[in-house]
Nanobody, 124 residues
Framework: QVQLSESGGDSVQAGGSLRLACAAS????????MGWFRQAPGKEREGVAT??????AYADAVKGRFTISRDSAKNTLYLQMNSLKPEDTALYYCAAGLDINWAVALSPDRYNYWGQGTQVNVSS
């Protein structure tokens, strides 16, 4: 069982930056897929970025603007978000899973453990 807690959400203007953090309850670095997902009002939850064994994957909508990273010493996952756009407005979730491969790494239904979410609002 992994417990996750996100922080760092805020309201910013377009072009601004935020860094989200996700604290895990135990060491997950070597065995667990970790990812960031988001859900905007009226839309389905979508994958943003994922991290596993030193490798990363990103949704096309955030490539070049967002960076996912992981601090194993702190059991913490980060999402650095730069050049934010109004369409990035959403509730951002951190998630963890075990039985995942790169073909489905951004699929929310493959992840078992979820945080409560942190809200990001980007105004134009």
């Amino acid at each position: 069982q992994v417990q996750l807690s996100e922080s760092g959400g805020d309201s910013v203007q377009a072009g601004g930056s935020l860094r989200l953090a996700c604290a895990a309850s135990k060491d997950t670095y070597s065995t667990t897929w970790m990812g960031w997902f988001r859900q905007a009002p009226g839309k389905e939850r979508e994958g943003v970025a994922t991290f596993y064994a030193g490798r990363t994957a990103y949704a096309d909508a955030v490539k070049g603007r967002f960076t996912i990273s992981r601090d194993s010493a702190k059991n913490t996952l980060y999402l650095q978000m730069n050049s934010l756009k109004p369409e990035d407005t959403a509730l951002y979730y951190c998630a963890a899973g075990l039985d995942i491969n790169w073909a489905v790494a951004l699929s929310p239904d493959r992840y078992n453990y979820w945080g409560q979410g942190t809200q990001v609002n980007v105004s134009s």
